[in-house]
């Protein structure tokens, strides 16, 4: 029963291209989240969605842009690839109703740019 | 929101407890203390969260301390699958989207 999907597990664009990175989630979670993760690095949070429409900068928002017109939906968007933004990307969303509220994750893009 | 230690490795044997420790001493009222596991090319999955009482469910026991400065997680029957990176993450509940610090995490190894 997958709840967050990425729209791509593998990408490879060319240096410059602009790259749009989909995640859909079906669970009507208010909040949603793009990470990179890197070797050593751990998580790094690129921007997230309070809910439709509203979107904050993250801790390394340089060379990104998102988008959240629909609720279920929040588009990753790389303006123009550089090869520093190869990574594995991940999407994540989580309710702000009730206990359990921890973040449901997808199963990640592993983005190549050469 | 505060930080965590983890060991950065542990092996278990298939069919044991798997018992993953850690430190958050800097940990204020208002934090809960969340679990999630990263298994190879996957997203993180939550396994389980706690402020102050032991919790159980499907997956595990989170154990915290009374003095809320560590705590453990608790695999009761490891199985292979069970092999994954394993983050404990300490941060304030309610509404607003918070970045979440995953830190290195503990890499636990079920061996058959």
């Known amino acids: 029963d997958v709840k967050v999907t990425q729209s791509s597990r593998y990408l490879v664009k060319r240096t410059g291209e602009k790259v749009f990175l989909e995640c859909v989630q079906d669970?009507?979670?208010?909040?949603m989240f793009w990470y990179r993760q890197d070797p050593g690095l751990g998580l790094r949070l690129i921007y997230f969605?309070?809910?439709?429409?509203?979107?904050e900068k993250g801790d390394i928002p340089e060379g990104y842009s998102v988008s959240r017109e629909k609720k279920e939906r929040f588009s990753l968007i790389l303006e123009s690839a550089s090869t520093n933004q190869t990574s594995m990307y991940l999407c994540?969303?989580?309710?702000?109703?009730?206990?359990?509220?921890?973040?449901?994750f997808g199963s990640g893009t592993r983005l190549t740019v050469v | 929101d505060a930080k965590t230690t983890q060991p950065p490795s542990m092996d278990c044997a298939e069919g044991r407890a798997a018992n993953l420790p850690c430190n958050h001493s800097?940990?204020?009222?208002?934090?809960?203390v969340y679990w999630y596991r990263q298994i190879h090319s996957q997203g993180p999955q939550y396994i389980i969260h706690?402020?102050?009482n032991n919790e159980t469910n499907e997956m595990a026991s989170l154990i915290i301390t009374e003095d809320r400065k560590s705590s453990t997680l608790i695999l009761p029957h490891a199985t292979l699958r069970d092999t994954a990176v394993y983050y404990c993450i300490v941060r304030v509940e309610g509404t607003g989207a918070n970045n979440l610090f995953f830190g290195t995490g503990t890499r636990l190894t079920v061996i058959p």
């Open positions: 706690g402020l102050k």
């Open positions: 800097t940990i204020s009222g208002n934090e809960y």
């Open positions: 669970m009507d979670h208010e909040n």
């Open positions: 969605s309070y809910d439709v429409k509203m979107k």
């Open positions: 994540a969303s989580r309710s702000t109703r009730g206990r359990s509220n921890g973040y449901t």
